[in-house]
Structure formats: C-alpha cells, structure tokens
C-alpha cells in the first residue's frame, strides 16, 4: 500500500477527483476504514476493497473523513 496524506474533516473536500480512505464508525463496532470515490461534488458509497468498490453508487451519508494517496492508485 502506498503512504497516506494525513486525515482531513469532512467539511474540507478533496481538490482532486478519485479514489479515498474513508473512516467508516458504524454504531458499537468501532472505526474501521474504507475506500470511496470523491466525483469533485458527491462520494460513492464505501466499500473495502480498492479496486472493485462501485463509484457510480452515491451514499446518502457525505460528511465523511478522508484522506488520499500520495501516488497515483493503478
């Protein structure tokens, strides 16, 4: 896995469109972490695995923590 920006609050938005790592905190299971596309208005609904997540599926839920990759994902 390549390294990490730091986490950023949900009111700041990504300047970039693309893939994200999101804190997902679902009630009385802790934080657990996930992926998410930012469209440059909307997030998709998050999912675990990088690569397979649908990004065309937007999550009602937008206030999201987020951080980004320092290197372009393949």
């Known amino acids: 896995?390549?390294?990490m920006?730091?986490?950023f609050?949900?009111?700041i938005k990504p300047v970039r469109?693309?893939?994200y790592e999101i804190k997902y905190t679902?009630?009385?299971l802790?934080?657990?972490y996930m992926y998410a596309t930012w469209n440059g208005d909307k997030w998709s609904i998050g999912a675990y695995d990088l690569h397979t997540h649908d990004h065309?599926?937007?999550d009602a839920i937008q206030e999201k923590y987020w951080r980004g990759f320092t290197e372009k994902q393949a």
């Open 1 to 3: 896995m390549s390294e």
């Open 5 to 7: 920006t730091d986490w």
């Open 26 to 28: 679902p009630r009385k």
């Open 30 to 32: 802790g934080v657990s």
């Open 9 to 11: 609050p949900p009111h």
């Open 17 to 19: 469109v693309g893939v």
């Open 56 to 58: 065309k599926c937007f």
